[in-house]
């Protein structure tokens, strides 16, 4: 760039502009004895200013960039009503208040993001006094939730590093992991504690720039999953970010960087000392997002299908025939086309389909140890198989139960003679029975496919179809003596609820 004066107040410059062309610019110096000249020139200066991007490094090197509201993208129009109101209500009783995370990256992407999380450096304690309809939520993170009937929004302090301050405050184990963080700093510190650059994009309520770190705008329009800080380090704090990196891999199409993904293989076991409770939400985040498929299998290829799922890992075979694959593929796509649909979904079922084999397994391994009967044997397994999945990822008993009703369900199947099949399909879990059943079918074939043609076409036939078909059906094994005097003919008859 070259200036040089020309009249007395104006200066022109010569720039090399940002895509190679050349510009001449006349500006009004700053230096002039004018005082006319020089208000206009101060007065311009800010206009310019205001629309340059600043550029800065935090102390622990991350590069900050602050893009005012004229370079960007985000407008308050793209913020749910709520979230605007917790900003504003902050930023009016005197505290700083960004918009931060996957809220400013999903806008940015064209997505909808799926919540709006907030920080702010008050308090807890100071949220709270704002706000009547507020709740203190957390022990390993302190949050305050501002509660708008079904939508809460996450209100969060800005974080600082976690120095000796106590164990009260913060805490790691051996490993590294975090255990209790309740630090708090500011802007700079919270963004270096943040998982991803692309995560680590703040929203400024008060003039409505963009604060990003360590590059994330830039990682955006690459779609390049990054690490803030060390690698090594950040996975150990926290094995969770593996996850994480897999999960916005897939949902967002960006590719996750060299030093993000080489750590995982190694690093993946330690998935196995997360707590039980976490890691039921975050399995329920990779695989009812609509993107299953695509998670399973990039979380077996980095190892981390193995420390939460051992019972079906240690199954699977990489044979696509292989009816325990091809069990959770199916589960995988189903589960996506069902998100994708706008159809429900539920762990229960899920569960139940996912550890269908590994329950089969235990029942025969039971059988032959200790000579039970295969019906008695299955049902020690019940209990053991969801005991020992529930050590990795607590399921809760709303759907474990069910899971088992489900399980249960699948031996009756085979006894579809007459009435029973016309009782078993008003049962009403029998809907989610049949599916698992033709899950089944699909991996398996023989015996359990010409089981479920038969259910097929009993479930979709008309009320005189099912008749003729349920005379065709098997006792099954457990019912060989019963008399066919007590076969009554079905006076009700419905089709099993969608
Ligand atoms: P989405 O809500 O779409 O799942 P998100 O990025 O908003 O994505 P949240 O779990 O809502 O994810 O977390 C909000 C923000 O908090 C993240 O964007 C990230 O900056 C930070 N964050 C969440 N979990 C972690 C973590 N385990 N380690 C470091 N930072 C995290
Ligand atoms: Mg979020």
Known sequence: MAANRFPE?????LYLSYDSGLILSLTLDPCSRCPIFRRISQFCKQLFDDNQNNTETTQAGLSLEVVARKHHAISRKQISENAIKVLYRLHKAGFKAYLVGGGVR???????PKDFDVVTNATP??????????????????LAHIVFGRDVI???TLRGHHVDSGEKISKTNAEGRLLRDNVYGTIDEDAER??????????DISDFSIHSYGGGLQDLESRTLRLIGD?????????????RAVRFATKLGMSIDKGASEPIYELAPLLKDIPAARMYEEILKLFFNGQAQNNFTMMREFG???PLFPLIETLLKDDPKDPVAKMANA???NTDERVNAEKSVTPAFFYAAMLWYPLSQRADDIALESGLSLYDAFYAAMGDVMEQQCQTISIPRRFSTPAKDIWQLQLRFDRNQGTRAFKFIEHPKFRAAYDLLLLRAEAEGGNVAKSAAWWKSFVEGSEEQRSVIARSGSKGKGNRNRSNSRRRSPKKTSKPAE
Not at 9 to 13: D, N, R, S, T, Y
Not at 131 to 136: A, D, G, I, K, Q
Not at 233 to 239: G, Q
């Open 231 to 243: 690698p090594q380090k950040r996975y150990r704090e926290d094995p969770v970010r593996m996850l």
């Open 304 to 306: 981390l299908f193995e």
């Open 194 to 203: 943040r998982d991803f650059t692309v995560n680590a994009l703040y929203y």
């Open 154 to 156: 996450e209100v969060a």
């Open 125 to 142: 304690e100071e949220i709270k006094k704002l706000f009547r309809n507020c709740r203190l939520v957390g022990r390993r993170f302190r």
């Open 106 to 112: 999903d806008i940015l992407l064209g997505l909808e």
């Open 9 to 13: 107040g104006i200066l022109f410059k």
């Open 331 to 333: 589960i995988m796509r």
